[in-house]
């Protein structure tokens, strides 16, 4: 069983920067497939932005310039580097992860997920 627990969201300032964190237990985090996705209240959770074993990236249109999305191996750390801040990035924002050798049921394509990190941008 994966463990994911995010950290490093709270407030943040329009124009400001904030990078949030993803610590992942496991043995083979290497080969996990890592991604960013976000939840606002009464919408559905939308992908931010996702990292492959290989480190090959993918990015919402919305953030893309804005948002970088990395990982850490020796730290079993999964990080999202926000800059250029503004309220309508204000959501909760989940970790998930695929190992791709569990039988867990995935949504949106994932078989583990933290329990979220809510942070807002002031205006």
């Known amino acids: 069983q994966v463990q994911l627990v995010e950290s490093g969201g709270e407030m943040a300032q329009a124009g400001g920067s904030l990078r949030l964190s993803c610590q992942a237990s496991?043995?083979?985090?290497?080969?996990?497939?890592m991604a960013w996705f976000r939840q606002a209240p009464g919408k559905r959770r939308e992908l931010v932005a996702a990292?492959?074993?290989?480190?090959?990236?993918n990015y919402a249109d919305s953030v893309k310039g804005r948002f970088t999305i990395s990982r850490d191996n020796a730290k079993n750390t999964m990080y999202l580097q926000m800059n250029s801040l503004n309220p309508a990035h204000s959501s909760v924002y989940y970790c998930?992860?695929?190992?791709?050798?569990?039988?867990?049921?995935?949504?949106?394509?994932?078989?583990?997920w933290g329990r979220g990190t809510q942070f807002t941008v002031s205006s």
């Open positions: 496991g043995r083979t985090f290497s080969r996990y497939a």
């Open positions: 998930a992860a695929e190992d791709g050798s569990s039988s867990k049921p995935r949504m949106f394509g994932y078989q583990y």
């Open positions: 990292i492959s074993s290989n480190e090959e990236t």
